[in-house]
């Protein structure tokens, strides 16, 4: 998986839209880099990349129930989809994404009137 593709899994599940500046410290982390070569590369002080880092690692770690870290977020977030790929996973993802102020992200995975709606396991979630 990639960066990108990790992003569109799991923002329909964060309790907001992750910023432009997470989304770039996210990116850049995947791959290796270091704050230090993410802030140089971005034109931001170490400090505040380092903020926004520890900001994205407790969202991160309030969606998946454990405590991530730079260190850890790649294997944290594929065994937090690994086991979201259950079918009772799947629809608890999709209920949860449902009951937040639907994002248009968030619309494209979840149904939007359940009253009409016929969601299977196979269904719920179709990107996982």
Request: aromatic share 10%.
């Given at each position: ?12 599940v ?86 937040t ?28």
């Amino acid at each position: 998986m990639t960066a990108d593709e990790v992003l569109l899994a799991i923002e329909p599940v964060l309790d907001k839209q992750l910023t432009r500046i997470q989304r770039l410290v996210f990116q850049q982390a995947w791959v290796g880099k270091s704050y230090p070569e993410i802030a140089r590369a971005a034109d931001y002080d170490v400090g505040y990349i380092k903020d926004v880092g520890a900001e994205l690692w407790k969202l991160l770690s309030q969606v998946t129930g454990e405590k991530v870290t730079k260190q850890n977020f790649q294997l944290v977030l594929k065994r937090f989809w690994t086991t979201a790929t259950s079918p009772a996973a799947r629809i608890t993802i999709a209920l949860r994404c449902h009951q937040t102020d639907p994002q248009p992200a968030c619309a494209r995975f979840c149904p939007t009137d359940w009253a009409r709606s016929r969601v299977s396991s196979d269904s719920a979630i179709p990107f996982l």
